[in-house]
């Protein structure tokens, strides 16, 4: 049981790490495409 319940933290662990990846590459390409599209208008 036990060590059923640590692999399972392990799973969230990183499935909050790659949702964190996931909100900072979002974050850079709106950045990204917003430098462009605020010169342009």
Same mark, same amino acid.
């Not at 059923?4 to 799973?11: A, D, E, Q, T």
């Not at 909100?23 to 917003?34: G, V």
């Given at each position: 049981?036990?060590?059923? *319940?640590?692999?399972? @933290? #392990?799973?969230?662990?990183?499935? =909050?790490?790659? +949702? *964190?990846?996931?909100? @900072? #590459?979002?974050?850079?390409?709106? =950045?990204?495409? +917003?430098?462009?599209?605020?010169?342009?208008?």
């Amino acid at each position: 049981m036990a060590t059923s *319940k640590s692999k399972h @933290k #392990r799973m969230i662990h990183r499935f =909050k790490q790659k +949702a *964190k990846q996931r909100i @900072k #590459r979002r974050k850079a390409s709106l =950045k990204a495409a +917003a430098a462009p599209g605020a010169s342009q208008a």
